[in-house]
């Protein structure tokens, strides 16, 4: 390695300390620069480690420290692209996941929230109303229906009058609670306040009215 004066100018070696951000780690790059000799090590890595152990402070008491060290291993530079390769492909592939928590949260709770509101939501709807790609929304709420986290209700026509033919089903979210008693036993044993639909979807039919005429044979 090249020190400060001119004698050392001609080094047979050079090296560079860097930090690679995809493995968190630092390096000492010793093929990077000029070797003038073969060496099956290009790289040595470093990883802070960091102990807890218990030390006397001023006192003579027992108290808890931390030391900090670092653990070193040579390397071949083959080795920690590999690393950082698989470093950022877990790291994606936790980002993939954390989106997708995020998405299923986020229908859920809308989902809900417009029920509080008498205002529930279509599949339509509710892909509007989540911010995301379409596609990637709609396969969720596609999955969470089947997975009975989400429950889609079709209004029947014998006993509602639909406010607006366009809506014709609506959206409910289920409770952990909820979710095993609509497995077992459908809609009719969930609440009631979830599944009859607002006013704002469709009316209730009124009964036939009763004919004020005698039935046939009787007298009058």
Known sequence: MRGASAAQGDAHQTAFFCADPATGKRYLLLSAGKRRFESPIDE????????????MNALGRA???WLRHANCRAIRSKDRLSA???AKEESEELAVKEEE???????LETVE???RKQQPLSRTTLKKAVTGEDRVIARHIDKLIQQNWIVEIE???????LT????KRFLIELTREEKTAFETG???ALPADKTVPPLTYAMPRRPDSVSSAPPPGAKE
Do not use: C, S, W
């Open 186 to 188: 459908g809609l009719a």
């Open 101 to 107: 928590r995020r998405i299923r949260g986020a229908l």
């Open 155 to 161: 209004i029947p026509k014998d006993k509602y009058n």
């Open 84 to 86: 950082g390769a698989k």
């Open 44 to 55: 040595i890595e470093f990883e802070a480690v960091v102990t807890e152990t218990m030390v």
């Open 113 to 115: 929230e417009a029920r």
């Open 63 to 65: 108290v808890p420290g």
């Open 164 to 167: 607006n033919n366009n809506r």
